[in-house]
């Protein structure tokens, strides 16, 4: 029987959750995605599990096997409400994903107990079909979840899952569990800097926003690769003009764009002289996930099935990062011709790179061994050190545009979440390639606001000097 590593018992405890959405029509798409998820259910078997969790809340595991694989897939028709053609051309708008059935059963709150590991629901709709994925965030991570649809792509393409070069090996949890609760291993005397016991400010966040629910925006935000590659060629070249040997990634040039139009929406006064003056120290901390699969010895596999990410988070100064979008706004140029502006996107970028490559390899085996020979009654963990409550989460990595599954089911055309009924900070969405026709690659991002932040957010320099809105609901 499959076990949880104790990482995994840290993730949330609802579901990962994205629609893909189809042009293909063909008669044997629906059953060609039944047959593939048959092959995928032999390879990972815990799919046809639950996630229990005990009554004190903290014994997290899962389940003996109880459902088939006709309870893990779900059909429905609604051809006749949804044209895939006008949704397309509207470019798939959080709107159009709320209609009933889209999401499968059992994966919104409140959950079951077991909750089921997997469901997928298929939606056929007029010239197309949305198809919903849900697994539950205690068996997996995002990066995780591409690979079982790398599996379930494989499948429906071939029969097989050879051309995702499955292994084993995916499902192999040892490694973060074994190595790090042997007898001759010290447990540490000091909670690792990677975790913190949780406290108020998380139990708040937990509860969801305060808003009003009929005054949220959802909307997505897309940013062409060529821009983000030309300001990553700009900020590089400052920081080695200066005589750094370090450099930023063109991630890290959007979650600091992100991050300033955030803080730029959100502030309730405006930043004047005395304001600078006076808010000097007053600092913004975010928090942000890294992949470790890599960073470990020996390394994890990169499709490994389990979750395996830590949560850093980095920390500026909360006046560098208003004032980058109101001066960089007020230079009237384009990209970035002020100085100032480049020195400040650098420095916030250069500071999120380097959080980022904190995570090295004894960060993560001091976090794990904590987590394997910590007593039962611990205070509850939570992953990362405290922020204010702003994370930005990619799964620009994920590889879904990629994915080939075959003749009847084709390739998908947008990767979409529906109408989020609560506030929710920037997800980076998977990568969208550049395409032969010549649609140009970029990155999706797709947040949710009230009316007013949203507003403002959408208005803000980095997002209108950088982004284009795609679609608003």
């Keep these: 029987m499959a076990a949880l590593s104790p990482l995994d018992k840290l993730m949330p405890r609802g579901y990962i959750r994205q629609m893909f959405c189809f042009p293909s029509s063909h008669a044997d798409a629906v059953d060609t995605l039944r047959t593939g998820l048959r092959g995928v259910v032999n390879h990972v078997p815990y799919l046809l599990s639950g996630v229990l969790i005990g009554k004190d809340q903290k014994h997290i595991s899962f389940s003996n096997p109880y459902q088939t694989l006709e309870d893990l897939y779900f059909k429905q028709d609604i051809s006749d409400t949804i044209d895939y053609a006008t949704i397309k051309a509207q470019d798939f708008p959080p709107s159009a994903f709320t209609a009933p059935g889209i999401i499968p059963p059992d994966t919104q709150p409140p959950f079951l107990n077991p909750a089921p590991v997997f469901r997928a629901s298929v939606s056929l709709v007029k010239g197309g079909f949305i198809l919903c994925v849900a697994v539950h965030h205690c068996t997996t991570d995002i990066t995780g979840f591409g690979a079982l649809l790398r599996i379930w792509a494989s499948y429906c393409r071939t029969g097989t899952s050879a051309a995702a070069g499955f292994d084993p090996s995916w499902l192999d949890r040892g490694a973060l569990i074994e190595r790090h609760s042997s ?15 949780r406290g108020p400010d998380d139990y708040a966040r937990l509860a969801g926003p305060v808003s009003l629910l009929n005054d949220l925006r959802t909307g997505i935000f897309f940013f062409p690769q060529t821009k983000l590659q030309a300001l990553q060629h700009t900020v590089n070249e400052h920081i080695a003009s200066r005589g750094n040997t370090g450099w930023v990634s063109s991630g890290d040039i959007l979650t600091a764009l992100l991050w300033s139009a955030i803080l730029a929406a959100e502030q309730e006064l405006s930043v004047t002289e005395s304001d600078t003056t006076t808010n000097q120290t007053d600092t913004s901390t975010i928090g942000f996930p890294v992949n470790f699969r890599s960073r470990y010895n020996p390394p994890l596999p990169a499709n490994y099935l389990g979750a395996a990410f830590m949560m850093t988070a980095a920390t500026a100064l909360r006046t560098d990062l208003i004032s980058f979008a109101t001066k960089a706004a007020s230079s009237g140029g384009h990209a970035l011709s002020d100085p100032i502006s480049t020195s400040k996107l650098a420095e916030i970028a250069f500071t999120i790179r380097a959080s980022l490559s904190s ?66 900070y920037p997800i980076v969405l998977p990568r969208i390639p550049s395409r032969t026709n010549g649609d140009v690659g970029g990155l999706e991002v797709i947040v949710s606001f009230d009316r007013q932040v949203f507003f403002k957010f959408e208005q803000s320099w980095p997002i209108r000097q950088f982004a284009t809105t795609r679609c608003r609901s």
């Design 183 to 197: 007898p001759d291993v010290t447990a540490p005397t000091f909670m690792p800097r990677l975790l913190h016991a």
């Design 359 to 424: 995570v090295d390899e004894q960060s993560v085996r001091d976090v794990l061994t904590y987590l394997n020979t910590a007593s039962s009654d611990h205070p509850p963990i939570t992953l990362g050190p405290r922020h204010d409550g702003i994370s930005i989460v990619s799964w620009a990595d994920q590889g879904v545009y990629e994915l080939d599954w075959g003749v009847a089911i084709g390739r998908c055309d947008a990767v979409r979440l529906p109408k989020l009924a609560s506030k929710r």
